[in-house]
């Protein structure tokens, strides 16, 4: 079994900053990608910025320049700094893996809850 936990969401101003960070756990062999996605009511899920094992990143036209993805490997954590915040950044962001489970070798997309970051103006 392998869960993504995410943390970091919440209401901030416009102009300001938040961090969310995601945790990888259970029985994995290796992750691959890892990213963040996000979803407003009534709207398609949409990538934000993905990030593989080697360190290729592709960011939304939408963040370029605002946003920062990292990951810590060892940790099997992906990180999204976001700067500069929008009230169009509003909306519930997910975490994403593309993974190998232990158990298997089996490939896996795994989702996190999500985490509603609220941008006022």
């Known amino acids: 079994q392998v869960q993504l936990v995410e943390s970091g969401g919440g209401l901030v101003e416009a102009g300001g900053s938040l961090r969310l960070s995601c945790a990888a756990s259970?029985?994995?062999?290796?992750?691959?990608?890892m990213g963040w996605y996000r979803q407003t009511p009534g709207k398609q899920r949409d990538v934000v910025a993905r990030i593989s094992t080697g360190g290729m990143i592709n960011y939304a036209d939408s963040v370029k320049g605002r946003f920062t993805i990292s990951r810590d490997n060892a940790k099997n954590t992906v990180y999204l700094q976001m700067n500069s915040l929008k009230p169009e950044d509003t909306a519930v962001y997910y975490c994403?893996?593309?993974?190998?489970?232990?158990?298997?070798?089996?490939?896996?997309?795994?989702w996190g809850q999500g985490t509603m970051v609220t941008v006022s103006s």
């Open positions: 259970g029985s994995i062999f290796s992750i691959n990608v």
């Open positions: 994403y893996a593309d993974l190998i489970v232990a158990t298997g070798r089996t490939y896996v997309n795994v």
